[in-house]
Nanobody, 124 residues
Framework: QVQLVESGGGLVQPGGSLRLSCAASGFTLDDYAIGWFRQAPGKEREGVSCISSSDGSTYYADSVKGRFTISRDNAKNTVYLQMNSLKPEDTAVYYC?????????????????WGQGTQVTVSS
């Protein structure tokens, strides 16, 4: 059974950091591109950062460039999103998702398997 489980969310003050994890089970991440998406209240879900399976190329939304870093540890079957210099506008539910297709960046339509999400709240 394919499963993705996010963890690491929580409440953090502006300027703080969090590291999200996405653990995969039931399949190996090696052959999949992986993405982090987020959805804030009243807003559409958006792609935050994605990493390809083939060459490790990465994509970042403009709003998080220079602050967030995506990485994958295939040995642990886990993907991470390191989030630094967090802002209140980063508050959202963060989801990880996978796709067997490469070269699509964070094009949401090709991501077919999703985790349940983890809440990130940035507030003083």
């Amino acid at each position: 059974q394919v499963q993705l489980v996010e963890s690491g969310g929580g409440l953090v003050q502006p300027g703080g950091s969090l590291r999200l994890s996405c653990a995969a089970s039931g399949f190996t991440l090696d052959d999949y591109a992986i993405g982090w998406f987020r959805q804030a209240p009243g807003k559409e879900r958006e792609g935050v950062s994605c990493i390809s399976s083939s060459d490790g190329s990465t994509y970042y939304a403009d709003s998080v460039k220079g602050r967030f870093t995506i990485s994958r540890d295939n040995a642990k079957n886990t993907v991470y999103l390191q989030m630094n210099s967090l802002k209140p506008e980063d508050t959202a539910v963060y989801y990880c998702a996978v796709t067997p297709y490469s070269g699509y960046g964070c094009y949401e339509a090709v991501f077919g398997s999703w985790g349940q999400g983890t809440q990130v709240t940035v507030s003083s």
